[in-house]
């Protein structure tokens, strides 16, 4: 048997910073479901396809695969038919993009076999929106993790701030509160927290803090199971 962690929450909540250090530290696959759902916008934005033509963004499916590999210190790598996008795919117009083209059906049924697969195959933690209630409905840990809209676009402003991107906390703010209403209210799978969740909200958090939580909540669950 494999174990899985499912961590789910909005935008900007830490979820990939915190699933990556949890995976690291219990030796498990991190998998990134977002960055899935982000290479095939960045498809869709290549051949200039319209995120909400659903006819176009559904005929186009068949033609697309995504793929993850891991470099030899453990990194996932998104390949698209086969090219390493991972460097493409982290700004804001394709997380734009993967917001309004993961709402099409289409779209959610070519990555949910390949998410389940890999939970199948090896101990993972993934992060996403709907990897508690629906990818990974049976996870072994569910958390949903959070933070207030201003603590989410104060870190992503200062990312890109660190990184010498110009940008303006009010607009960031401003696209995080329109990405949480397109990424709840959507018809298929959208962001809520599953009722077994376990939720962490990481506003006044470290990132160890939240780290150890999910751990402390892991062994928690293992030692009630081996009860
Ligand atoms: O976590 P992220 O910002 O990289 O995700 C980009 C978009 O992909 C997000 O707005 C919603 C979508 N997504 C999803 O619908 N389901 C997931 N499991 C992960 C991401």
Redesign the pocket.
């Known amino acids: 048997m494999h174990y899985s962690i499912a961590i789910d929450g909005p ?1 900007g909540a830490g ?2 910073t915190i699933a990556k250090l949890v995976a690291g530290q219990l030796g498990f696959i991190y998998v ?4 899935m ?2 290479a095939i916008a960045l498809y869709f934005l290549r051949k200039g396809i319209d995120g909400h033509d659903s006819a176009s963004v559904e005929a186009e499916c068949p033609h697309i695969q995504v793929t993850l590999d891991y470099d030899p210190e453990g990194r996932q790598m998104v390949l698209l038919n086969g090219e390493d996008v991972t460097p493409y795919i982290r700004t804001e117009e394709v ?1 734009k993009m ?2 309004v083209t ?1 709402a099409n059906p289409a779209v959610r049924a070519a990555l949910l076999g390949l998410q389940r697969d890999l939970a199948v195959h090896s101990d993972v933690v993934m992060d ?4 508690g209630t629906h ?1 990974l409905p049976d996870a072994f840990l569910k958390i949903f993790l959070t933070a207030s809209v201003s603590v989410r676009a104060r870190r992503r402003y200062d990312e890109l701030s660190e990184k010498g991107i110009s940008c303006d906390l009010a607009k960031i703010e401003k696209d995080i509160v329109l ?1 949480d209403r ?2 709840m209210n959507r018809e298929i ?1 959208p962001l809520r927290q599953a009722e077994d969740a376990v939720l962490i909200d990481s506003s006044d958090l470290t990132i160890r803090q939240v780290a150890d939580s999910v751990i402390a909540e892991y062994n928690k669950k293992k030692e009630q199971s081996s009860l």
Request: glycine fraction near 14%.
């Open positions: 935008a979820k990939s990134d479901t977002g960055a759902y982000r997380g993967a917001s993961s996403g929106r709907d990897i990818v990405r397109q990424d799978a």
